[in-house]
Each structure stands twice: as C-alpha cells, then as structure tokens.
C-alpha cells in the first residue's frame, strides 16, 4: 500500500506540509525512546522495515535506539508483496527484498515498521510473511503516519504522528535516502488514493 | 488476454531482468524452513510432457508447487493420447477440468505455439523439439549473472550439437538481448541452415575460442534425434569438440563451465570438469526452480501477466 515509489501527484504547491524534515527526526527520536521504554532496553527487538520506506525508517529507528543505549539492535527488512490479497487485482509486481538479521526473528520480539498505516492489508500480509519466516515471541506494530481508514482489525503499538485523512486525500511520506529530503506531505483531494 | 511464454525472444530486456530479479527473491525460499508461498493458491498448473524429462519436469513442478498451485503431472504415456487423442483435445479436455496454466514439452517444434491458439490460460514452452526452451536460457543467465556479476559484454561460448538444440538458440536470442557475445562452435554438421543469420558468431575451433571465453556451455550430442551420422566417431568428436581436463586449463581464472544436462560423460565434457571447481551444473538444476517460480508468479500472479507474448 505504501511501499511502492511515488512522485507527488496534483499540484505540488498546494499539498501540506504535516512533517518538515526536523520534527520527522523528533518523532523518530520520541518512537525510539517509546520502543526503548515498552521493551524493557530492547534487549531482544529485531526491528523489520517493509519496503520501501519502512526499512529506511527500521534503520533509523536502529540507529537512534543504539545511540539512546549503547547497544545494536538488529535491523532488516520484510517483503510481503507474495503475501498480499490484492495481488489477483493488479498486474504482478517486482519483489522488494526480505533480508533478515542473521540471528532470525525465533524467540525474538518483532517490531514491524512502516511509513504508512492505512487499511491494515499490508500489516496483515506481512505477519503471514512472518509466519512462514519464524516465530517471533511478540510481534509489534511501528508507524511514522496513521492516516485511519482501517478495514482490518490492526492497530499500531508506536504511532509517529496521527494525521486525520479523507479518502481522496494522499499521503507522501519522504525520506532523504530515496526522496533526496525528509518529511510528510498531505496531499490534495482528487489524487490518488 | 492472457500471455504466455512461447520462445525466449517473447522476453525484453525489461521483461528478462524483471524475471531474473524476482528469481533472485524467490532463490531465498529454498533456505526457509517453510519453504512455501501462498502466492498462487487456487491457480492450476498442469505439466504436460509428452517427451521424457527428469529435471524439467520436476523444476516446474516444484516451482508451481513451492507457491502453493495446484499441479497436475501428464505423461504421455499412459495416457489417452497412446489411444490416439490428438494435442488439441488433450489440452481443451484439461482446459475444461479449469486449468490456469499448461507448462508443455513436446518434440514438435512448435506445438507450444499451437496449444496457445487453443486454450485461455497461460502456456509455457518447456521444450518444443529443436525449437526452444526459454525457461532454460532463463536460468543459464541467472547462473551466468550469479557466478560473474554480469551479463553485459560477456563471452559465452556455445559448444556442440547446436543443431538438434533448443537451448542453444533460446540461450542465442535471450543472451543477445541481455547484452552478452555468443560463439557457436560446433562441427559444420551439427550448425542449423540459416545459423549466419542468428545473432552470434561461428567458429570450428574450440581451442582459439576457450582462452577468450567467460562461459563454455557444452551441449549434448542429440543422437535420439539423429537419423544419420553427423560426425565419423564418438571419439573423433569427443577429441575435438569434448572439454577435456587439458582444454580447461586453457581458460581463463575466472571463467565458468555450464552444461544443460544431461550429460554424457567422457563425450562432450570429461568427468573431472563436470565434477570441477569451475562446473555450474548444480546450480544450474537449483536455480531452475528460482527461475520458473519467478515466471510462474509474473505469468499467473495478478490480473495479467507482467512479461511474455500476447
């Protein structure tokens, strides 16, 4: 649902600004200290992104944790497109790529991250995805972005930022390493939902 | 419409880079413990050999299998065509039972081609006589890309029956548009009419070839579908076109030794470089599966297909 590159659609000017790029990297700093604090130090958390965002936001929030503590957290990243329900409804797409820490996720508390939590379908993919991978003593939920609209019995355990949305509305969550800049953009009704 | 995969120049270079790129993922589900994908659930795949087939027979199976199809294994013999039922009517009677894709091997030249005018679902060519085999040529590149990095500018050296070889010309037409320089070589017999058309070179000799060379493919000498003799001896054969341990070593450091199986040892390639540091034979057979996941998934996975022939 979120993982897929887009270009902002509509006119650009007069899509909001939610995030700029230093109170995106408060919120990522405010979930790190949140994973930290829910965890217990995080001794045994296994940070898995979905792509594409969501492993470039699992790497910061790795990052921050290890800065915050002193110690690594493992970080990877989870494909889910094989496990999606909407894949008869599309053309097949291109495989991101799973990688998972070399210890495994066997025992360990997952936490899955994403940019965007909207239906729930990709989240639900993804724990199937899980479920073939290992077995996780706890699996969490972390998102930068929840934008509502739930149509699955899902709910995120860290929330960067609760952002009211209309259908019609789109969310552009950007990231330096493939954007060339951070920071959440609403974008205009009439885009592409 | 749906789309097939009837011969490797059905395939772009986006289409086959696309294929070798899923490939690359699927590859991972061999080292899961739950080595399944839920990806094709309620899909269909029948395997409908009419020639004799170990490995590819079950690659496709596996493959289909490994993303949660449904598979159903025709042999020709056996069947209802040693009672004369002709490919049309086999395929619409399968067709019928609901079947979303007909994976075929078939010694005419061309009957994949057919069956695809028939039925609605998705055919795959797995071999067609001396025709093509694209699947084949599929994972040949995805070793080639595996083993050196690459396929752009490399040199791939062709050697043997090219003439009764549908690997050779799939591997001919994808290879080309992958970017990589063919050399055919093979004794003047054994080249098909026409080979100066085909986008590679020609040579008679293997040993101004192999010290140029980042892949010697060897082929099989075909002798089922030889009626006459193409070359005097086995042995004549074997001394000039076999690779033999002394013609390795004329190689470069990194070059890799391909062979499509299967193979005759002591003919065409010596049992020492077929069991070799260089040889990528096993691969080859595991990759296989990555590959036809990989197009069964781009084939049958969503709506339409994402690669192949209209």
């Known amino acids: 649902m979120t993982s897929a590159p887009r270009p902002v659609t509509g006119d650009p000017s007069s899509a909001r600004s ?7 990297a408060r919120v990522v700093d405010r979930m790190a200290h949140e994973v930290l604090e829910k965890t217990g130090g995080a001794s045994d958390v296994v940070l898995l992104g979905i792509p594409t965002r969501g492993v470039h936001l699992a790497r910061r929030l790795a990052a921050r944790i290890e800065a915050f503590e002193g110690r690594p957290v493992p970080s990877g990243s989870l494909d889910t497109t094989l496990y999606r329900d909407d894949l008869r409804l599309k053309s097949p797409r291109a495989l991101e790529t799973t990688d998972l820490p070399v210890d495994g996720i066997d025992g360990k508390l997952v936490v899955l991250v994403d940019d965007v939590l909207f ?3 990709t989240v ?42 209309s259908l019609r509305e789109t969310i552009h969550v950007q990231m330096s390493e493939i954007d060339g800049a951070d920071g959440v953009l609403l974008g205009p009704a009439g885009g592409p939902a | 419409m749906n789309r097939h995969l009837l011969s490797a120049s059905d395939l772009s270079l986006e289409d086959a880079t696309l294929i070798l790129d899923t490939a690359a993922e699927m590859a991972t589900v061999k080292d899961r413990t739950v080595k399944k994908l839920p990806t094709l659930r309620g899909r269909t795949v029948v395997n409908l050999f009419f020639e004799d087939s170990t490995r590819t027979k079950t690659s496709f199976e596996l493959a289909a299998k490994r993303l949660s199809a449904d598979v159903i294994n025709f042999a020709a013999k056996g069947s209802s065509v040693s009672k004369g ?15 979303d894709a007909v994976v075929i091997r078939h010694s005419w030249s061309g009957a994949p081609v057919n069956l695809a005018r028939i039925v609605r679902g998705s055919v795959v060519n797995a071999g067609d006589g001396t025709h093509e085999h694209p699947t084949q040529a599929l994972l040949d590149a995805y070793t080639m890309r595996e083993k050196l990095g690459r396929l752009e500018g490399l040199k791939v050296t062709i050697v043997g029956d090219i003439l009764h070889s549908r690997v050779a010309r799939s591997n001919v037409l994808l290879l080309r548009t992958l970017g990589a320089d063919v050399t055919l070589v093979a004794p003047p017999t054994l080249l098909p009419v026409g080979v100066d058309a085909w986008p590679a070179e020609v040579s008679y000799d293997l040993d101004a070839v192999l010290p140029k060379s980042d892949v010697v ?13 193409y070359f005097p001896s ?77």
Request: hydrophobic share 45%; no cysteine; glycine share 8%.
């Open chain 2, 234 to 310: 086995a042995r004549e054969y074997s001394r000039r076109y076999g690779l033999d341990v002394d013609r390795v070593r004329n190689l470069q450091d990194h070059a890799i030794v391909m062979h499509p199986g299967p193979m005759v040892r002591g003919m065409e390639i010596a049992s020492e470089v077929a069991d070799g540091l260089r040889s990528t034979i096993q691969d080859q057979v595991s990759n296989g599966v990555s590959v036809r996941m990989a197009v069964l998934y781009l084939l049958l996975g969503g709506s339409q297909s994402a690669i192949g022939s209209e």
């Open chain 1, 119 to 121: 239906s729930g379908r």
């Open chain 2, 85 to 99: 039922e002709t490919l049309k009517d086999t395929a619409l009677t399968l067709e019928a039972m609901g079947t």
């Open chain 1, 18 to 24: 939610v995030l700029d790029a230093a109170a995106l």
């Open chain 1, 124 to 165: 639900r993919a993804a724990l199937d995805a899980l479920a073939d991978l290992g077995r996780p003593r706890v699996v969490q939920l972390a998102v930068l972005v929840d934008r509502g609209h739930r149509e699955l019995p899902i709910r995120a355990d860290y929330v960067g930022k609760n952002v009211p949305t």
């Open chain 2, 217 to 229: 493919m060897m082929l099989r000498v075909q002798r089922e579908r030889m009626g006459a003799a």
